[in-house]
T-cell receptor, first 117, second 114 residues
């Protein structure tokens, strides 16, 4: 079984400050990891994904995440927050050994990011 | 944006009544999914489909059924709605080529069961 834990249901930062959203996973096999973002009244959009090619993954809108196997973590960062980054962020996991289970993701609980002027 | 339309966008219904939510896609993607989103739980998979008439259960399938008679349409039915099924329901699609492929999500259906 796989699971994801997002530490902190709410994170608040000032505009221009570092954004750090934490995600830890549990998986008995090498995982594929994803970060999705949800803006108000919208569906989720993919920010970035880790698929074992490189441990540091760059995504859209200046976000990046680093896969650390020893820490079972996949934290999301952005050097400088913008007001437009305010949204809910979800970490998700699946396995390359899922067979035909394409897209069957296990999501974390979500972290709401607030950006203050 | 991926061509995914969910209908209705909002619905209020009473306990015990049947409810059907529709997801329509114009991308010809093989896989379609129904997720529900609840505070503190993130998104949880209800059912998914890997082709016409091919469906399978997710982690929270009790009280829900699905049907897919055409590639473009995936229906979610609550046979007898309960208050615990008040939630936001998201349809998603994917090509079905790799296990690390991205999902494309619809805009969601807000369902309230009174």
């Amino acid at each position: 079984a796989q699971s994801v834990t997002q530490l902190g249901s709410h994170v608040s930062v000032s505009e221009g400050a570092l954004v750090l959203l934490r995600c830890n996973y549990s998986s008995s096999v090498p995982p594929y990891l994803f970060w999705y973002v949800q803006y108000p009244n919208q569906g989720l959009q993919l920010l970035l994904k880790y698929t074992s090619a490189a441990t540091l993954v760059k995504g859209i809108n200046g976000f990046e995440a680093e896969f650390k196997k020893s820490e079972t973590s996949f934290h999301l960062t952005k050097p400088s927050a913008h007001m437009s980054d305010a949204a809910e962020y979800f970490c998700a996991v699946t396995s390359p050994l899922s067979g035909t289970s394409y897209g069957k993701l296990t999501f974390g609980q979500g972290t709401i990011l607030t950006v203050h002027p | 944006d991926a061509g995914i339309t969910q209908s209705p966008r909002h619905k209020v219904t009473e306990t015990g009544t049947p409810v059907t939510l529709r997801c329509h896609q114009t991308e010809n993607h093989r896989y379609m999914y129904w997720y529900r989103q609840d505070p503190g739980h993130g998104l949880r998979l209800i059912h998914y489909s890997y082709g016409v008439k091919d469906t399978d259960k997710g982690e929270v399938s009790d009280g829900y059924s699905v049907s897919r008679s055409k590639t473009e349409d995936f229906l979610l039915t609550l046979e007898s709605a309960t208050s615990s099924q008040t939630s936001v329901y998201f349809c998603a699609i994917s090509e079905g080529r790799t296990t690390n492929e991205k999902l494309f999500f619809g805009s969601g259906t807000q369902l309230s069961v009174l």
